[in-house]
């Protein structure tokens, strides 16, 4: 005897496709990761609304412009020293 009870209901509007997330949100998503500061749920959500590759493109960039402003920081106070 099987249990139906454990098997999700297809015709239930809750379980239609994730909707992809936007560019905010992965920025958000990545932001926060770099803190590795992320709450359990919003987590969750991020693993079925987001792609890797946005992931990964969005993390590179971040990164880059994290380093081009400490080294824009190290430049202005070393030419104001």
């Known amino acids: 005897m099987t249990d139906d009870s454990a098997k999700p209901d297809i015709s239930s509007p809750s379980n239609a496709a994730p909707r992809q997330a ?21 987590m969750q959500h991020d693993a079925v609304t987001i792609k890797p590759a946005q992931v990964i493109i969005v993390g590179v960039i971040t990164a880059a412009l994290i380093v081009a402003g400490l080294l824009l920081l190290v430049r202005f106070i070393i030419s104001h020293a």
């Open 22 to 42: 936007t560019l905010w949100q992965v920025a958000g998503a990545v932001f926060w990761s770099f803190f590795g500061v992320r709450k359990g749920h919003s």
